[in-house]
């Protein structure tokens, strides 16, 4: 049996029983109504019968003679049946068919010198009340009534509920039917998806499954299926994986030889060479070590896949970015561009130097290259509250609108020449990796401000050794040129 079928029968079943149910109950009302109303007419009929008998019959004799003459009984409805008894029980008029015995409610009204049965059809309805003469007791009257006329109604009444849920069945069934294949059809659909995945994984390691009657079956199947293939897809990463790091481990030892090799040259340079070129030579040396740990870094990547940062340390921002804009004086002059700094003095953070530096020569190198000739580049290392905001401010063309989203994307390539599209990513990387954040200044006109946000290193207590903010600013002509060391 098919889903969509199950699901019509489903809801064809639990309409129609709920309908019966509902209609069940609406006639149990009907009923206790019914039969209450009955009471009382019966009651009222009553209690005005025995007030008339007692004012006209002043003594259980007088009561005798009355009944005999079927006093009062034309101010009965139709289908009202009267009896009085005395108050021994016996019966002084009233249908003998109805028996010789009174009713269960008359009994209680009378004292009969020995137990008496009582006369009661099932289908008739008893009220009884007693005949007083002032304070005397004298008689007990009994009307009854047939209750065929409210059996009637209520089979009817049945009836009718009975053909509102067959057609309300009917309806029921058609929209059951159009809903459960709305329920089935999505089913079937990530069913087909899961199988479509699964051959995609591994079609190799699929076997043939028999077809299934039903949608869950067909879609446990197909699951069974993609659970083969990821098995098979795991499998296949593993072997991947080992690939991976056997290449870092051959391309690690390539790189390292030729570090190693120029580190070693460096050092020998710098035993011999004069003095005039030990700091240039020295700054040589410095990148070259610092290339080395990158290297390091690089090639053992994370298994959460973010941006490695060790050896922690307190790094002061000023002496970064003087060091910064002294190696890349030079070219600043070269393109025709005027390089320059603001920043406040001990303004420190905790962290990877190295990656640091890596990350502002990133926006530097970006901001050169895509400033035209006679442009300015500015990098301003300033506090605010407790963080560190460092942030590089061009005069070129800006970032596209666009543009401004994507450039921090792996991959995705700016408009300045020579960009691999790799360098703002890692700028984001290393900030968030050191509990900041990288975003670009989308207010700033004209040119573009890239701006790196990190935590403050106070050294100690909050709210000690806070930096003084003391702005300086060093024009290129000031600086010391160097060789370019860039990064990422």
């Given at each position: 049996?098919?889903?969509?079928?199950?699901?019509?029968?489903?809801?064809?079943?639990?309409?129609?029983?709920?309908?019966?149910?509902?209609?069940?109950?609406?006639?149990?009302?009907?009923?206790?109504?019914?039969?209450?109303?009955?009471?009382?007419?019966?009651?009222?009929?009553?209690?005005?019968?025995?007030?008339?008998?007692?004012?006209?019959?002043?003594?259980?004799?007088?009561?005798?003679?009355?009944?005999?003459?079927?006093?009062?009984?034309?101010?009965?409805?139709?289908?009202?049946?009267?009896?009085?008894?005395?108050?021994?029980?016996?019966?002084?008029?009233?249908?003998?068919?109805?028996?010789?015995?009174?009713?269960?409610?008359?009994?209680?009204?009378?004292?009969?010198?020995?137990?008496?049965?009582?006369?009661?059809?099932?289908?008739?309805?008893?009220?009884?009340?007693?005949?007083?003469?002032?304070?005397?007791?004298?008689?007990?009257?009994?009307?009854?009534?047939?209750?065929?006329?409210?059996?009637?109604?209520?089979?009817?009444?049945?009836?009718?509920?009975?053909?509102?849920?067959?057609?309300?069945?009917?309806?029921?069934?058609?929209?059951?039917?159009?809903?459960?294949?709305?329920?089935?059809?999505?089913?079937?659909?990530?069913?087909?998806?899961?199988?479509?995945?699964?051959?995609?994984?591994?079609?190799?390691?699929?076997?043939?499954?028999?077809?299934?009657?039903?949608?869950?079956?067909?879609?446990?199947?197909?699951?069974?299926?993609?659970?083969?293939?990821?098995?098979?897809?795991?499998?296949?990463?593993?072997e991947l994986e080992q690939a991976r790091s056997h290449f870092y481990r051959n391309i690690s030892h390539d790189l390292r030889t030729p570090l190693t090799a120029i580190?070693?040259?460096?050092?020998?340079?710098?035993?011999?060479?004069?003095?005039?070129?030990?700091?240039?030579?020295?700054?040589?040396?410095?990148?070259?070590?610092?290339?080395?740990?990158?290297?390091?870094?690089?090639?053992?990547?994370?298994?959460?896949?973010?941006?490695?940062?060790?050896?922690?340390?307190?790094?002061?921002?000023?002496?970064?970015?003087?060091?910064?804009?002294?190696?890349?004086?030079?070219?600043?002059?070269?393109?025709?561009?005027?390089?320059?700094?603001?920043?406040?003095?001990?303004?420190?953070?905790?962290?990877?130097?190295?990656?640091?530096?890596?990350?502002?020569?990133?926006?530097?190198?970006?901001?050169?290259?895509?400033?035209?000739?006679?442009?300015?580049?500015?990098?301003?290392?300033?506090?605010?509250?407790?963080?560190?905001?460092?942030?590089?401010?061009?005069?070129?063309?800006?970032?596209?609108?666009?543009?401004?989203?994507?450039?921090?994307?792996?991959?995705?390539?700016?408009?300045?020449?020579?960009?691999?599209?790799?360098?703002?990513?890692?700028?984001?990387?290393?900030?968030?990796?050191?509990?900041?954040?990288?975003?670009?200044?989308?207010?700033?006109?004209?040119?573009?401000?890239?701006?790196?946000?990190?935590?403050?290193?106070?050294?100690?207590?909050?709210?000690?050794?806070?930096?003084?903010?003391?702005?300086?600013?060093?024009?290129?002509?000031?600086?010391?040129?160097?060789?370019?060391?860039?990064?990422?």
């Amino acid at each position: 049996m098919t889903l969509t079928l199950r699901l019509s029968l489903t809801y064809l079943l639990l309409t129609f029983a709920g309908l019966l149910l509902l209609g069940a109950g609406f006639v149990a009302l009907a009923t206790g109504y019914l039969a209450g109303q009955r009471t009382q007419t019966l009651a009222a009929q009553a209690e005005i019968y025995a007030a008339l008998v007692g004012e006209l019959a002043d003594s259980p004799a007088a009561l005798q003679g009355l009944a005999a003459g079927g006093v009062g009984r034309e101010l009965l409805p139709t289908g009202t049946a009267a009896r009085i008894f005395s108050t021994d029980g016996t019966l002084l008029a009233g249908d003998p068919a109805l028996g010789m015995f009174p009713s269960r409610s008359a009994l209680a009204l009378v004292r009969p010198a020995l137990p008496l049965p009582a006369s009661q059809a099932a289908d008739r309805s008893y009220v009884a009340r007693a005949i007083r003469a002032g304070d005397q007791g004298i008689g007990v009257v009994e009307l009854s009534r047939g209750t065929g006329d409210d059996e009637r109604l209520l089979g009817s009444l049945r009836a009718l509920i009975l053909q509102a849920a067959l057609i309300a069945g009917a309806v029921v069934a058609l929209v059951s039917l159009l809903v459960a294949r709305s329920i089935a059809r999505p089913i079937l659909h990530q069913s087909r998806r899961a199988e479509a995945l699964a051959r995609e994984f591994d079609a190799a390691q699929l076997r043939y499954t028999p077809p299934q009657r039903d949608e869950i079956g067909q879609l446990a199947s197909s699951l069974d299926a993609l659970e083969r293939g990821m098995h098979a897809y795991t499998a296949r990463i593993g072997e991947l994986e080992q690939a991976r790091s056997h290449f870092y481990r051959n391309i690690s030892h390539d790189l390292r030889t030729p570090l190693t090799a120029i580190s070693a040259m460096l050092e020998n340079l710098i035993d011999a060479a004069p003095d005039v070129q030990q700091p240039a030579l020295a700054t040589l040396e410095s990148e070259a070590r610092r290339m080395a740990r990158l290297v390091d870094d690089l090639l053992r990547p994370p298994d959460d896949g973010r941006m490695p940062v060790t050896g922690r340390s307190q790094v002061f921002l000023g002496d970064l970015a003087a060091e910064l804009c002294a190696l890349l004086v030079g070219r600043a002059r070269r393109a025709g561009v005027a390089l320059s700094y603001v920043a406040e003095d001990e303004l420190a953070v905790q962290g990877d130097r190295d990656r640091l530096k890596q990350a502002m020569l990133n926006l530097i190198d970006n901001a050169l290259r895509i400033t035209p000739p006679g442009g300015t580049v500015r990098l301003h290392v300033v506090r605010r509250d407790d963080v560190a905001t460092l942030s590089v401010v061009d005069s070129g063309p800006g970032v596209p609108t666009a543009q401004r989203e994507q450039i921090w994307e792996r991959g995705v390539r700016g408009d300045s020449p020579g960009s691999s599209g790799l360098g703002l990513a890692i700028v984001r990387e290393i900030a968030a990796a050191h509990g900041g954040s990288a975003w670009l200044d989308s207010d700033h006109r004209p040119g573009a401000r890239f701006v790196i946000e990190l935590p403050l290193w106070w050294g100690g207590s909050e709210g000690q050794n806070l930096p003084e903010k003391r702005e300086k600013a060093i024009p290129p002509a000031d600086l010391q040129a160097g060789p370019i060391g860039l990064a990422g």
